[in-house]
């Protein structure tokens, strides 16, 4: 049976190689957002075309793969024409991302400093209720920097939607019989797993784009 100073170590042990891949990843994708264009195009279907290749080589059946592979395509679109627009675009798109990574980082913490009652345990063992908290408040707290009072609750809003992603996709990960939808990113696993939130909260960021119209942010 692991001691207390094992149990710790263990707790962390991925920490290193996700920070290491957020170092990476999180910069190129912000440098392409910030050029837009055909940069952020690029980065988008690049990604697409590898999330598209994950999911085929995990969908069981075809009504699976259709679906699945749809919605990949969905998110995808909403993600270039948030960026699309010449006056909010930038800041839209900025806000998905801030508010899907810090949910990430404030589930991933509050899971591993608190720990508890298990979210799902049938679907993500690993899930529990604090770090669900944690995540929804850590995009409140980086939704209210962006944009303060509404940002707050479109922060909250992407944040229980990159949630239900992560539980959607840990669901077709345990039908396929597989841990991770691949190897490419360390301390990860595949782009599905690391994606899997933007996936779902992508193309609800695009509706209240267009409920606030043109050149309009998506939080007011």
Request: hydrophobic residues 55%.
């Amino acid at each position: 049976m692991p001691g207390p100073a094992e149990g710790e170590a263990g707790r962390w042990a991925d920490l290193r190689r996700r920070v290491v891949s957020a170092a990476v990843l999180a910069p190129l994708a912000i440098l392409c957002l910030w050029a837009g264009g055909w940069a952020w195009m690029g980065l988008v279907g690049v990604a697409t075309l590898g999330l598209l290749d994950e999911w085929r080589r995990m969908a069981r059946g075809v009504a699976a793969g259709a679906a699945g592979g749809g919605w990949i395509v969905l998110a995808a679109l909403a993600l270039v024409w948030l960026r699309a627009d010449p006056v909010a675009g930038r800041a839209n798109v900025l806000m998905v991302l801030v508010a899907v990574w810090a949910s990430d980082i404030g589930a991933y913490l509050a899971g591993r400093l608190i720990g508890g009652a298990r979210l799902a345990p049938r679907i993500s063992p690993g899930k529990t209720w604090s770090g669900a908290a944690g995540g929804l408040l850590a995009a409140a707290a980086a939704g209210a920097a962006i944009g303060r009072g509404h940002g707050a609750l479109a922060g909250a809003l992407l944040s229980v939607l990159a949630q239900a992603g992560d539980l959607a996709e840990s669901a077709a990960k345990r039908r396929a019989g597989v841990k991770d939808s691949g190897a490419l990113i360390p301390g990860h696993g595949g782009l599905l797993d690391r994606l899997d939130g933007l996936l779902a909260a992508a193309p609800a960021a695009a509706l209240l784009a267009h409920s606030a119209g043109p050149g309009g942010v998506l939080w007011r």
